[in-house]
């Protein structure tokens, strides 16, 4: 039986180097700023390809052949203590594969937890085994966690996605604390990845936050369309299909160069087109429509839990595309919304829930095809002008 053809638009997990587009001025600033012993802050929206970016150069020989490598995602962590849990809990995977011994050391050097501490009776390999509610006193294991990685016998990178995650913890010393174990170390390099720009930048560039001037910025944009649709074109006609120009410059208009929804479409539109065949416009169209119906049940699940003042915001936010000067009355008798203190109020309820991005003082639904689905949905008329 022939195997099935494997997609080559990968969405989840690790993407191989020849699957990967572009970003090799971004990469090679990446890796030249942490080879030189720089801490970085990358920022860039939500699913433009940060994750992505990182674990490529990681996998880059300049990287891999000389430092242990680590990466955690705190966007889900809402204070001090889960932020412990999950550093340590990302090293320790890491660290498994590359064998017991470095494995066990990295437990032992956890002694706040030694006491939940286990050894797997198949394999004779110590275990996380950690739970939460196992951490009693979180800066105490945050010290051990950075003294093990700042007396590793090989240098360290510890990327930590949605960095910006910190300021919305209870502790209001987070900041300072980490940035006072940072400064010390003299084996870890840090990546600092983030999606919300303004709270990022002030981090970073603000004279009063402890984080001032502490790393080199690198801020990831949109792949230029010419990169893009000769990637797609080549991973189409690699595989015996091909896909049109019209195909190629809708995708990349309607989602503005936004990797992941240019991506996802593609992997769909890949499976819909049968070998020796061609991606059409039509094809895109129905990929469309498969990706926004499996997300039809959430998307209507967020939707049931927001207010009646955010949710017709977040319909006008979502039929401008960029929406600017939203408590101006223009905008509010536009979209036929109440006052602008309401808008405001709302405006930082769907922030802090990562339903909107503002960039540069513009807000845009944060999930883009969320965004197309409420404009098919509850903005009829919208799409009718377009």
């Known amino acids: 039986m022939a195997s099935k053809q494997k997609n080559p638009f990968i969405i989840m997990g690790k993407i191989p180097t020849e699957l990967f587009c572009d970003r090799e001025k971004e990469s090679d600033k990446l890796i030249h700023y942490l080879t030189n012993g720089n801490n970085v802050v990358l920022i860039s929206p939500r699913r433009m390809g940060k994750t992505g970016l990182i674990h490529h150069c990681y996998d880059d020989v300049r990287i891999s052949d000389e430092y242990f490598t680590f990466f955690v995602d705190i966007l889900h962590t809402s204070n001090l203590r889960e932020f412990t849990y999950n550093l340590g809990r990302s090293i320790y995977k890491e660290l498994v594969p590359r064998g017991k011994r470095l494995a066990k050391g990295f437990i032992q050097a956890l002694k706040s937890l030694s006491g939940t501490i286990s050894i797997d009776t198949l394999n004779g390999s110590p275990s996380f085994g950690v739970e939460l509610g196992d951490i009693a006193n ?19 990178i510890m990327a930590i996605d949605e960095f910006q995650q910190i300021t919305h913890y209870p502790e209001k010393n987070v900041e ?3 940035r ?10 840090f990546v600092f990845a983030g999606s919300e720009r303004s709270i990022m930048t002030q981090m970073f560039s603000s004279s009063a936050r402890p984080f001032y001037q502490s790393a080199d910025t690198l801020e990831l944009n949109e792949i230029p369309f010419d990169v893009y649709s000769t990637f797609v074109s080549r991973l189409f006609h690699e595989s015996r299909k091909s896909v049109d120009d019209e195909s190629l410059r809708y995708v ?3 989602f503005k160069g936004h990797t992941f929804y240019m991506q996802k479409v593609f992997n769909e539109a890949f499976a819909l087109t049968g070998k020796g065949g061609t991606c059409r416009l039509d094809t895109i169209m129905e990929a469309i429509d498969r990706v926004l119906s499996d ?10 839990a927001l207010s009646e003042k955010q949710k017709p915001l977040l319909y006008a936010i ?15 008798k536009k979209h036929n919304l109440e006052s602008a203190s309401a808008i405001q109020s709302a405006i930082r309820q769907l922030l802090n829930q990562n339903l909107i991005t503002e960039i540069h003082r513009e807000y845009s639904v944060t999930d883009k095809f969320f965004a197309l689905w409420i404009n098919r949905i509850y903005n009829e008329k919208v799409l009718a002008l377009n």
């Open 318 to 332: 979502a039929a401008d595309g960029m929406a600017s000067r939203v408590t101006s009355l223009a905008f509010i």
């Open 138 to 156: 979180a800066e105490l294991t945050l010290e051990e966690i950075f003294d093990y990685l700042d007396r590793a016998n090989k240098p360290c």
């Open 295 to 304: 997300k039809e049940t959430t998307y209507m699940e967020i939707l049931s």
């Open 176 to 178: 300072a604390l980490l």
């Open 252 to 254: 990349y208009d309607l």
């Open 180 to 189: 006072g174990y940072i400064q010390q170390m003299q084996n870890c390099n």
